[in-house]
């Protein structure tokens, strides 16, 4: 490792030794600086900025502020690590100065350009009153708040198992799958020499809730219902009559015995799975990067229809179920009990799908009714523009332009932004699509990138709304790279080198694209001192 790194930062330039822990804390800090220095250079010359944190306690069971940025780089979003800073207690005011240090450090007037604050919903981030949205908006007037929309999703999902006692019941009956599994050696042993027997392969059990992600419970389901299912069963049984473990063990598998081999339980498995497939592809959308308000807006309406199909034809999950039995009671080869008929297992779906739509509707209720918000989506979304009615288009964005200018009318002005203009520059930006459609067919990004040019008053609001986050999935993924740097052998760790580390490994390059050119000149002025 040690020669991998001599290599890679052209040591030999200033002669200065690096096999031990001070010298390459030296390194670490000068391509970090570099990295802070070239971040600070895209938010000085960004028009508008959001800022996303999310609070965490790490292995020295101190409690931090992970900071992000939301940014244009060349007219595509950009969401930047900005540091990691300890806060001096959990509350308000110790979240926010926290932020305010981390912001100041790449940005000096960073508060002139943010435009919104997004966090994972917790009170003390999104209140109104003592929390750090409140406390900043006293300082930043037109400043909005955004609730990420993973988190939303995700619990909405929560409400649903919540509410359906037959889907909270499967949850609960993977997780016992999981624990029976990971706390037992023996019955891992068991379960891969019973596979062995059937020469076929046992996979490990998912834990169905180990992180906040929908896509968890589908990685468990998926393992269970198509690869596990009939050597899990098998094994379940066997240690039901077995009488060599504990008690507790062998009523779990008497209990989970029973509900596999339930012709309802087994169909309202693969009822879940499709619930979760639909709610986990809208989950991984809504964590990408780039995702704005208007395909947030879109994926939902996908969602919603995607389920209420499933009260007209089951999905694909239950329908291979219900193909693969058919009038039989054999699944996998294991023996069913049918306990339930096709119109008891329609009425749970039924009941279920009607349950997930609610909670999805009601958790993003917001995102429809918030007139900042719809604005945004209305003027980012090119494919919606009516240019099919000429009556239509005419009249189409002008308010939403207006109302996003009544908000955000002081960082607006700041670039000398023209309502006038803006709205001639918006009707002829909406005939010329309406000439050349083909551009209706670009991404959201490449078709406000090719405009950025020629507009300029509606370059400067478009920018303002696609900085807009919509999520903060970044922030989880630097908690977890937080993780991965900071384990046990290592919870003496300075906040300011973790904050280093995790620039480097967030925001640096790959080993290949690294050059020592710029951090070795920064290294060199620090030895000469």
Not at 66 to 79: R, S
Not at 200 to 229: C, E
Not at 248 to 259: C, D, E, F, P
Not at 354 to 359: D, G, S
Request: glycine share 4%.
């Amino acid at each position: 490792r040690h020669t991998r790194f001599r290599n890679v930062t052209g040591v030999q330039t200033c002669a200065l030794p690096i096999f031990n822990d001070k010298a390459c804390k030296t390194f670490v800090t000068a391509i970090a600086g570099q990295l802070k220095h070239e971040l600070s250079s895209k938010l000085q010359s960004s028009k508008f900025i959001s800022v996303m944190a999310d609070s965490a306690c790490d292995v020295g069971v101190r409690e931090v502020e992970d900071v992000y940025a939301c940014h244009l780089v060349k007219g595509e979003i950009e969401n930047s690590f900005v540091g990691l800073k300890a806060c001096e207690n959990s509350k308000a005011p110790g979240i926010k100065a926290a932020v305010e240090t981390a912001m100041t450090e790449v940005c000096r007037d960073w508060k002139e350009k943010t435009v919104a604050l997004g966090a994972d919903g917790a009170n003390v981030m999104l209140g109104e009153i003592s929390v750090v949205y409140g406390l900043l908006k006293q300082e930043i007037p037109h400043i909005i708040k955004v609730h990420c929309v993973a988190h939303r999703l995700e619990l909405s999902f929560a409400d649903t198992l919540s509410d359906v006692p037959v889907l909270k019941d499967v949850k609960e009956m993977l997780q016992g799958i999981w624990k029976h599994y990971h706390y037992s050696a023996k019955a891992v042993r068991e379960l891969k020499e019973l596979a062995e027997s059937m020469e076929v392969r046992a996979y490990k059990a998912i834990k169905a809730d180990g992180t906040r992600w929908v896509p968890h419970m589908q990685r468990a389901l998926n393992i269970l219902l198509s690869k596990n299912f009939q050597v899990a069963v098998l094994h379940f049984q066997h240690t039901s009559q077995a009488r060599d473990a504990s008690n507790q063990m062998q009523g779990r598998a008497v209990n989970y015995s029973k509900k596999f081999t339930s012709y309802k339980f087994v169909a309202i498995m693969h009822l879940l799975l499709d619930i979760v497939d639909a709610l986990s592809k809208v989950s991984l959308s809504f964590q990408e990067n780039g995702i704005t308000i208007s395909r947030v807006q879109d994926n939902l309406t996908a969602l919603l229809a995607k389920l209420e199909s499933f009260k007209e034809r089951p999905g694909q999950q239950l329908n291979s179920f219900l193909t693969e039995v058919g009038d039989g009671n054999t699944f996998k080869g294991i023996e069913l009990q049918r306990d339930a008929d096709r119109q008891a297992i329609n009425a749970i779906q039924t009941s279920a799908v009607n349950a997930a739509m609610t909670f999805i509707q009601e958790r993003f209720e917001g995102m429809e009714t918030d007139p900042v918000l719809s604005a945004a989506a209305v003027l980012t979304n090119h494919r919606g523009w009516p240019v099919t009615d000429r009556h239509r288009l005419l009249l189409h964005g002008e308010n939403e332009i207006q109302t996003l200018h009544g908000h955000f009318q002081v960082p607006l002005e700041q670039h000398n932004f023209s309502l006038h203009d803006c709205l001639d520059e918006w009707m002829s930006l909406k005939f010329h699509v309406q000439r050349v459609r083909a551009e209706l067919e670009l991404r959201q990004s490449e078709f406000w990138k090719n405009k950025f040019m020629f507009c300029k008053d509606d370059s400067i609001l478009v920018e303002l709304c696609l900085v807009i986050p919509c999520q903060t999935a970044c922030c989880e993924r630097g908690n977890s790279c937080m993780n991965r740097i900071m384990t046990d052998w290592r919870s003496t760790l300075n906040v300011s080198t973790i904050d280093e580390l995790m620039r480097i490994a967030i925001n640096g390059p790959s080993h290949e694209d690294y050059t020592d050119r710029k951090s070795t000149r920064l290294n060199s002025s620090h030895v000469s001192e």
